[in-house]
């Protein structure tokens, strides 16, 4: 116990010592005389008193002290008296008054008509019958006998303010019917705070306290000459309470993209990208896929008008691509068939996906590489909870001799792995520039269901030949938002660009399943 209270007493500062040192040598002392006494401004000694009261060690009392003073028509009422003793003036003698002549015969101001002729019937001491105002027997008594508010009212006169504890019963009475009429008390609250210690506050007065100056921001000079050594200091309680702090952080969606490409930059790819504004040729041609494909419907993809057309890569290649959408060129494949048409090829698009990045970058490098790239990429969808008409993706291709189905397998299962995802699946798929295509599914234990997350394949000659790569390559291209929704928990894709700073500040980046 005498340990808490040392401990108790070492924490405290240097600010609630003082206060109770000055409670130690009266307890009764104001707060305005302990600022007085120490030097410490009201403030301060009311935060003290706070802090000390939250410790259990003071009991802080509010004494609440009400006054009545006189308003302006008060002060007048007191001067000349109140409208309806002046009438008992008159009346006494007249015995009856006609109501007209009330105000010129008892001299009362048009406003005091009506008061006067209220509290004369409610004091009973006139009465009214056709417009004749008459005295009863208590108004005749009352001429000689001040009542308790008159009193009060004279006494108000003279002292100005009035506490109501220091009031006898009859003025007390009379303080009350004061209050009923209207304007005539204004009453002011005076609070009075006393602290009173509370039995640990005893318990650390018995102990002691010292007051000595405590170190709080050290010099260059103390450090040095080792005096830092000798001087006071006051602990810390490091299990206080404090302030949420919300430092700026990365965006989620940010932070899942930059673990994956610590992912595949860990896995000996190269990072590659390219531009948002594609030609359809990079975008779909250069991929086999036909000119009337589906995919290119404006209802799906966003067509740019401006620049409506973009400059196609050196005409061989073009050429090239152009001779196997028609007749398979150099492939053992027949083509598609049918006329291509390079107006067609030169529109510019927003990219559909990333897996234009993969053909440019097939063209210009000689394998065996590995190649990853993040983008945005963009679709006509219309915006619900599932569907944005721009997200991100992951692609990337593997190019080399004995690049083959099984390698995209496993690097697939490889990166899901590395990111939390275990259970990993492959369905047959569809895409005019891959064969064998699959789609790769991870299961989510929470929803207790598979989800599909994006496309993969082994590029066809068609794709590989017009770009002057003679080795097998593997190829995928992955959705990134949905992984953030697995990841972050989140229903609704929107919440990924909403930027509500209430989710921001309060989700935990690092949430996920752990990496080994
Ligand atoms: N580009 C495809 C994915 C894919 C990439 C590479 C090979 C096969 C498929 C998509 O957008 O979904």
Redesign the pocket.
């Known amino acids: 116990m005498s340990d808490d209270i040392t401990k108790i007493i070492n924490e405290l500062h240097i600010y609630e010592k003082k206060l109770l040192k000055e409670l130690e040598k009266d307890e009764n002392i104001t707060p305005d005389k302990i600022a007085e006494n120490t030097g410490m401004d009201i403030k301060s000694v009311m935060s003290a008193a706070g802090s000390l009261a939250s410790k259990d060690i003071i009991i802080m009392e509010k004494d609440v002290e009400e006054h009545f003073q006189l308003t302006s028509d008060g002060a007048l009422f007191a001067d000349e008296g109140l409208p309806e003793r002046r009438v008992i003036n008159v009346l006494k003698e007249k015995k009856q008054i006609p109501m007209k002549d009330l105000m010129g015969a008892a001299g009362l101001q048009k406003f005091e008509v009506n008061i006067a002729m209220g509290w004369l019937v409610r004091k009973n001491w006139a009465k009214i019958d056709k417009g004749v105002i008459s005295i009863t027997e208590k108004g005749e008594n009352a001429f000689n006998n001040l009542g308790s508010d008159e009193e009060l009212l004279s006494i108000l006169k003279i002292k100005h303010i009035i506490n109501p504890f220091e009031l006898p019963n009859n003025l007390l009475k009379g303080l009350n019917e004061l209050k009923n009429r209207k304007n005539l008390l204004k009453d002011t609250k005076k609070v009075d705070h006393s602290f009173k210690l509370t039995p640990l506050g005893s318990k650390i007065l018995e102990t002691g306290i010292t007051i000595k100056e405590q170190a709080t921001q050290l010099t260059h000079e103390q450090l040095e000459s080792g005096e830092y050594e000798k001087l006071s200091y006051r602990p810390y309680d490091i299990n206080a309470e404090s302030p949420n702090i919300f430092p700026g952080k990365m965006h989620p969606l940010r932070k899942i993209i930059e673990e994956i490409r610590d992912i595949f930059l860990n896995m000996g790819f190269t990072e590659s990208d390219g531009d948002i504004l594609n030609s359809a040729f990079w975008n779909f041609d250069s991929?086999f896929q036909p000119q009337d494909h589906a995919a290119r419907e404006m209802q799906d993809t966003f067509y740019v008008k401006n620049p409506a057309r973009v400059d196609l890569p050196d005409e061989e290649l073009v050429e090239r691509v152009a001779r196997t959408h028609e007749d398979g060129g150099e492939t053992s494949s027949e083509g598609w068939g049918y006329k291509w048409d390079v107006e067609v090829a030169k529109q510019s698009v927003l990219r559909?996906?990333?897996?234009g990045i993969?053909t440019k970058y097939l063209e210009s490098h000689e394998p065996p590489f590995k190649m990853f790239s993040v983008g945005r990429?963009f679709r006509r969808e219309t915006i619900n909870y599932k569907h944005l008409p721009e997200f991100h993706?992951v692609?990337?291709?593997v190019a080399g001799e004995n690049i083959n189905f099984q390698n995209l397998l496993g690097i697939l299962r490889e990166f899901y792995k590395k990111l939390g995802f275990t259970q990993v699946r492959f369905r047959p798929?569809y895409?005019p520039?891959?064969y064998l295509?699959i789609e790769t599914e991870v299961f989510f234990e929470e929803k207790d269901s598979w989800i599909e997350l994006?496309?993969?394949?082994m590029?066809r000659p068609e794709v590989l030949k017009p770009l002057g790569i003679d080795t097998p390559a593997l190829?995928?291209?992955?959705?990134i938002e949905r992984l953030a929704m697995l990841r972050y928990d989140i229903n609704d894709i929107r919440m990924l660009y909403k930027s509500d700073i209430k989710w921001l500040r309060e989700l935990p980046l690092d949430k996920g399943i752990k990496l080994d």
């Open positions: 991929l559909t996906h990333t897996t993969s990429v993706q692609e990337g291709v798929a895409f520039y891959t295509s994006g496309g993969a394949g590029f190829a995928f291209g992955l959705g």
